[in-house]
């Protein structure tokens, strides 16, 4: 008697309700992790991503809709334009998507004409940059080679000239030159060093900004 007397006078525990409740801030922590580690991955794989939580989870009716993010689909724009040309590369950053071309692509070497065979390129991406309600920023760069010829009397002038004539070209095209800056950065913008010829190599471009 005096047993049970003691179990009945025991007051009930109250903090069961705390397990469940840590359950499933796990639960819910976990799920929002994986949604910012997979926000960069295409559709498809997001899609997947959902549904696999609710057949493991069910807490998920449908899988997540993505929403095509609009940088994400101008980098797929700028790629197909392009086509697979060797030397032009895309990426997103923090001051837009940035399409960068090697000079020999785009130019003989010491020269600011562009070449013909890159017109049609060139004109593909003209319709795109035409229908892009930001800023485009054309920027000239160079390696830190001295450039000796006649027409242009440094590496600054020539990296102008480089950005001026893509601009001309775009513009002929009709697109709206109140859109367009341009900007020549010489050598003093690097992505490379420049102490040896491959990171030369890669410092002679023109990148095309589109402001986001």
């Known amino acids: 008697m005096r047993s049970r007397r003691r179990n009945e006078d025991e007051p009930e525990k109250s903090d ?24 960069s ?9 959902s549904g696999s939580l609710n057949q493991a989870f069910k807490v998920i009716e449908k899988p997540i809709p993505l929403i095509d993010n ?12 392009t086509g697979s040309l060797q030397g032009i590369t895309v990426k997103n950053e923090l001051r837009g998507v940035v399409v960068t071309f090697s000079d020999s ?14 017109y049609a390129t060139l004109e593909k991406l ?8 930001g800023r485009v920023d054309i920027e ?16 600054w002038a020539l990296s102008c000239a480089r950005a001026a004539s893509m601009l001309h070209f775009f513009i002929e095209k009709g697109i709206d030159p109140a859109k367009f800056s341009i900007a020549g950065y010489a050598e003093f913008r690097p992505l490379e060093s ?17 402001a986001k």
């Open 140 to 155: 000239g760069h160079t390696d830190n080679v001295p450039i000796s010829n006649s027409k242009y009397s440094s590496n």
């Open 16 to 39: 069961r309700w705390l397990i469940s409740y840590a359950d499933f801030i796990t639960l819910m922590f976990t799920f929002f992790a994986a949604l910012y580690a997979l926000s």
């Open 126 to 133: 003209s319709k795109l940059l035409s229908a892009v309600p």
């Open 105 to 118: 692509l785009l130019f003989a070497s010491g020269s600011a004409e562009l070449r013909p065979e890159i």
């Open 70 to 81: 609009p940088k994400t689909m101008l980098m797929e724009d700028v790629r197909k334009a």
């Open 194 to 210: 420049n102490a040896s010829e491959e990171g030369r190599r890669k410092n002679r471009r023109v990148e095309i900004v589109i």
């Open 41 to 49: 991955v295409d559709k498809a794989k997001m899609e997947q991503f």
